[in-house]
């Protein structure tokens, strides 16, 4: 009988902190963050908007979300709970977070496909990251070939220019974040079987 009431006081107390504990199950997928951004500033950032993750995930909208975000994010620089991370970083991390989500959400048809196709069009590039070629020259190399299934006689400029005079055919936002999901696990794969 103790045992029995023991059992059930245990339990109560352990819902009602469940119910009561924010529990963020939405993780900021890596794909989306800044090619400049480090993996404790993403954990910082996914820690705070969590919340406002989950809220995407589950189709909210994007305005009141991406606001409510910035300003946890805000408030927790300025009382120095980000380890010394600053805002402009962090704020950069969530709102890619956030807006790609919600595109992911608003076409899953689209992200699909380019998963299948770009797993196929850039399988050479994402095997030689596999097996340890540099990350950042396959990204460029995948770009190029993004670029290039638009406009089959784009190359590359051989010198540094200014952003607002590159040629580069539009492709959609999409692809982009596929293609980096693909390489950045493709990595992954590498570091972890080192």
Same mark, same amino acid.
């Given at each position: 009988?103790?045992? =029995?009431?023991?059992?059930?006081?245990?339990?109560?107390?352990?819902?009602?902190? @469940?119910? %009561?504990?924010?529990?963020?199950?939405?993780?900021?997928?890596?794909?989306?963050?800044?090619? /400049?951004?480090?993996?404790? *500033?993403? *954990?910082?950032?996914? =820690?705070?908007?969590?919340?406002?993750?989950?809220? $995407?995930? !589950?189709?909210?909208?994007?305005?009141?979300?991406?606001?409510?975000?910035?300003?946890?994010?805000?408030?927790?620089?300025?009382? +120095?709970?980000? =380890?010394?991370?600053?805002? #402009?970083?962090?704020?950069? $991390?969530?709102?890619? @977070?956030?807006?790609?989500?919600?595109?992911?959400?608003?076409?899953?048809?689209?992200? !699909?496909?380019?998963?299948?196709?770009?797993?196929?069009?850039?399988?050479?590039?994402i095997t030689a990251v596999g097996n340890g070629? /540099?990350?950042? $020259?396959?990204?460029? =190399?995948?770009?190029?070939?993004?670029? *290039?299934?638009?406009?089959?006689?784009?190359?590359?400029?051989?010198?540094? *220019? +200014?952003?607002?005079?590159?040629?580069?055919?539009?492709? +959609?936002? #999409?692809?982009? %974040?596929?293609?980096?999901?693909?390489?950045?696990?493709?990595?992954?794969?590498?570091?972890? /079987?080192?």
């Open positions: 009988m103790k045992h =029995n009431k023991l059992f059930t006081a245990v339990l109560t107390v352990a819902m009602s902190a @469940a119910i %009561t504990a924010p529990a963020y199950a939405a993780t900021i997928p890596r794909e989306t963050a800044p090619i /400049n951004a480090t993996e404790e *500033q993403i *954990q910082i950032v996914e =820690n705070l908007i969590g919340g406002c993750l989950d809220e $995407i995930n !589950a189709g909210a909208g994007y305005g009141m979300l991406a606001s409510e975000a910035d300003t946890k994010i805000y408030k927790a620089v300025l009382s +120095d709970q980000t =380890n010394g991370n600053g805002y #402009a970083i962090l704020s950069a $991390i969530s709102q890619n @977070a956030l807006r790609i989500c919600r595109d992911m959400y608003m076409r899953p048809d689209t992200y !699909a496909y380019y998963e299948e196709t770009l797993r196929v069009q850039l399988a050479d590039i070629a /540099n990350y950042d $020259i396959s990204l460029d =190399n995948a770009y190029t070939r993004l670029y *290039q299934s638009v406009n089959p006689s784009y190359t590359p400029p051989t010198e540094r *220019q +200014d952003f607002c005079y590159l040629d580069i055919p539009a492709v +959609d936002n #999409a692809a982009y %974040t596929v293609a980096r999901k693909l390489l950045i696990n493709a990595h992954n794969y590498y570091l972890q /079987n080192q």
